[in-house]
């Protein structure tokens, strides 16, 4: 635990299966009299049980300034299970509100509902789809929705929620303490339902999984948009006294605007270099494989892996802008420019 701003604790959660699949995850306490968790993390009993611990000890140490912590509301960032996870146990341990926006609640109700947002992967975009494998491709995705479902239970401890106290806009207000007011807006692009809380008095932005200080913000289908991705980006660049953000993973980043139009920088690059190979390539096409070997020459399996998820975005954004067509190739689609 570490207080971040006067007021505001970060609790680091442990990830686990090298970070990467389950990565570590900041639970964010805003303290006071009636104070509030942001981003609730996992919900495996081990999780919950070291976080109501952290925040004991953030409890002991208002207690002894003679100052008033009760936490009565928590809020996920995003229907991402390393964020929602942990909101039915922490609601029934500390008896606290779960609050959400209307977007969320639709994708966290149920199993059906969330499974939706994640069954549809890269591959169904890319690969050339056989006739004759229909079966066995329907067995596939059965199985994959299985392994998910354990994995997700299991390692993240997921619970759905079709019972919140509370049901927000996605453009609305959430006043801490009495007069903290914290400006709730939409960012979506790395998921759909991601919103951010902004205090313009304090210059301190809540931003979840869009800003993160050391790496790249995960993009892949089927509720990304890279086009969303960047207006978020920018809308808040344009967020005036910004001058903290406290992100959902690693530390909190000092230097916002650098960080930001790093960011931007970056997905400019990237759509640039796609973009680059596909003109490279105009006769004979080129396949996301080919893309993803070009550009992470060095990089592990796992990485081509994870890299597919942007590709693609980038793909189906270029393709929506009539700037490339795909044709089928061996295996995968091929990309032309148009
Ligand atoms: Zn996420």
């Not at 964020?83 to 922490?90: E, V």
């Not at 959430?174 to 759909?192: L, Q």
């Not at 005036?240 to 000092?254: D, K, R, V």
Request: proline content about 6%; some cysteine; glycine content about 8%.
């Amino acid at each position: 635990m570490k207080e971040v701003h006067p007021g505001i604790f970060s609790i680091r959660e442990g990830g686990g299966l090298s970070g990467v699949v389950k990565p570590p995850e900041n639970v964010y306490i805003i303290a006071g009299s009636d104070g509030l968790i942001f981003d609730a993390g996992y919900g495996t009993k081990k999780a919950i049980k070291a976080l109501i611990k952290e925040i004991g000890i953030i409890k002991k140490i208002y207690e002894e300034k003679g100052k008033q912590f009760n936490l009565t509301r928590v809020i996920p960032s995003h229907s991402h299970p390393d964020h929602f996870s942990g909101l039915k146990l922490l609601r029934e341990k500390l008896g606290l509100k779960i609050v959400l926006t209307k977007e969320m609640a639709e994708t966290i109700k149920n199993e059906d509902n969330f499974s939706k947002s994640f069954e549809e992967s890269s591959e169904d975009y890319f690969k050339i789809k056989k006739k004759k494998k229909k079966s066995p491709d329907r067995l596939g995705i059965k199985i994959r929705r299985k392994l998910y479902r354990w994995f997700y239970r299991h390692g993240y401890g997921v619970s759905y929620i079709d019972d919140p106290e509370e049901l927000i806009d996605e453009n609305s207000e959430i006043v801490i303490n009495g007069d903290d007011r914290w400006k709730v807006f939409p960012s979506p692009g790395h998921a759909i339902d991601h919103i951010s809380l902004y205090n313009e008095k304090k210059g301190i932005l809540f931003s979840g999984d869009n800003i993160l200080q050391h790496i790249t913000t995960w993009l892949g289908p089927p509720t990304c948009n890279i086009e969303d991705y960047v207006k978020s980006i920018e809308t808040i660049q344009n967020l005036p006294n910004l001058n903290l953000i406290l992100p959902a993973h690693g530390i909190p980043i000092e230097n916002p605007a650098e960080r930001i139009a790093e960011i931007l920088k970056h997905r400019q690059e990237r759509a640039d270099q796609v973009m680059g190979l596909i003109v490279n390539n105009r006769n004979s096409g080129i396949t996301p494989t080919e893309i993803i070997n070009e550009l992470y020459p060095n990089e592990r399996r796992f990485i081509h892996g994870l890299a597919r998820g942007w590709v693609c975005l980038t793909l189906k954004m270029f393709e929506e802008k009539g700037l490339i067509k795909k044709t089928p190739g061996k295996k995968e689609y091929k990309f032309l420019p148009l």
